[in-house]
């Protein structure tokens, strides 16, 4: 499957492909004016009739754009990437070809370096990244444009990409007229080489858990500094963050982990614990109130769920037993839950289990359920539900009679 925006790039792109296996596929991200998009979509759909190629346009509705770059704290170009690769991997196609070129490895590169990345990030675009594929990054553009002009296609215009308040259109436009193809070809090879870096080096071994990511600290901390950075860097994406790490947050981060006095570290990025010679990485808590009325039909998306010997097992909650609306919520300061063994703290239970935040579960009665499996703790279910819904069971042995939540939550 290609990535077809219509432009100069991925129409040369489009035109060397093989029809019989190809289909080409448009992201509409709504960020421009509808009378510019339906042309350019007229001329995009002509252009894969005239390869005998499949063409499809998948739409994003209009705001979601500006709305994810604004909850990520990212630019539009950045938060329309993330929405594009996500639909396009989403179609399930063995690969997604893109039509990243060699200035726009240069671009990426210069942007970079003016934005301090760590030296692993020089590496810039990749020619393989899991099932995305870039074949003419080592293409210069003067060959794409000369290609074009040959064969007699027309390509549509992007009005953004002349907009100087994107920085990539500032280097494009203002400092690669000035570069000659060796000083490309050079930076070129200095990508390469960053990659060969990324293969080559030693890896600090992290995991991620979704809902956070933990490695040893004592393995950290003998680790060299830029391997100690890598891990960090690794888990901002591991989390989705497309905005890279720049080498002071990873230096602050860094001072915390190598000190012995604090804990715990709040940064705009991560939330980290160091507890008992592991250090957990959490992302910023996302608070949310949902209220709902409990009806005959499963809520669906939601089940509580656990491990216990090994064994999947679920909570099962009987909702007939809960007073009036239900709420989940982000967990507060004086939220308490009364359990088996007595009333407890919700503050005391997330320190137990070395967390950050959770949510709950609250009816007018209070709250009566705690759900923070996903970040590494336990749920648990207040005693006056215990008589009567029972405690774990296995998941293959509950019946479609009850309904379910579920503590698995993700960020993005």
């Known amino acids: 499957m290609l990535a077809f925006s219509g432009g100069s790039d991925s ?18 991200h709504n960020i421009r004016g509808e009378e510019e998009l339906d042309r350019e979509i007229c001329l995009n759909r002509r252009n894969a009739e005239r390869f005998s190629i ?27 990437r993330a929405v594009r690769y996500r639909l396009l991997l989403s179609l399930g196609s063995s690969y997604v ?21 760590p030296v692993y990030a020089l590496e810039c675009i990749r020619y393989a990244d899991g099932r995305i594929v870039r074949p003419m ?65 030693p890896e600090l071994p992290w995991k ?4 956070h990511a933990s490695f040893d ?18 888990i901002n994406r591991y989390f989705g963050f497309t905005k890279r790490l720049s080498r002071n947050e990873i230096g602050r981060m860094d001072g915390f982990l190598s000190e012995g006095v604090s804990s ?67 967990d507060r300061m004086l939220d308490s839950i009364l359990l088996k063994e007595g009333l407890k703290k919700v503050s005391d239970l997330k320190k137990e289990y070395g967390i950050p935040y959770c949510y709950v579960l609250e009816d007018r009665d209070g709250v009566f359920a705690v759900l923070s499996s996903f970040l590494g703790g336990r749920d648990r279910l207040a005693r006056r539900f215990l008589g009567k819904t029972g405690l774990y069971v296995h998941a293959d042995a509950i019946n479609g009679g009850k309904q379910f939540f579920s503590s698995t939550f993700s960020h993005n």
């Not at 027309?154 to 994107?166: A, R």
Request: net charge neutral; proline share 5%; hydrophobic share 40%.
């Open 208 to 211: 991620g858990h979704g809902c």
């Open 54 to 80: 499949p063409f499809e346009v998948l739409t994003v509705p209009r705001g979601e754009v500006e709305r994810i770059a604004g909850e990520r704290r990212i630019g539009i170009e950045a938060a329309a």
């Open 217 to 234: 600290l004592a393995g950290y901390l003998s680790s060299p500094s830029w391997c100690r950075g890598k891990v960090l860097y690794d």
């Open 97 to 117: 070809l893109t039509a990243h070129h060699q200035d726009d490895q240069v671009e990426t590169f210069l942007m970079r370096i003016a934005s301090l990345a």
């Open 264 to 330: 715990r570290m709040d940064s705009a990025r991560f939330i980290i614990f160091k507890k008992g010679g592991t250090v957990r990485v959490f992302p910023p808590q996302f608070s949310f109130v949902t209220r709902f009325l409990i009806s005959g039909t499963a809520i669906p998306g939601f089940e509580v769920s656990a491990r216990e010997d090994g064994l999947p097992l679920q909570l099962c909650i009987d909702f007939s037993c809960t007073r009036g609306e239900v709420v989940i919520r982000t």
């Open 137 to 201: 990054l080592d293409v210069p553009k003067s060959w794409i444009t000369g290609y074009l002009a040959e064969e007699g296609l027309e390509y549509s215009f992007d009005s953004t990409n002349d907009d100087l308040s994107y920085e990539r259109n500032r280097i494009r436009h203002m400092v690669l007229p000035h570069l000659g193809q060796v000083e490309k070809d050079l930076v070129g090879k200095i990508c390469r080489n960053a990659g060969i870096l990324r293969h080559s080096r």
């Open 11 to 28: 129409l040369a792109l489009l035109s060397l492909l093989p029809a019989d296996r190809t289909r080409a596929v448009y992201v509409n």
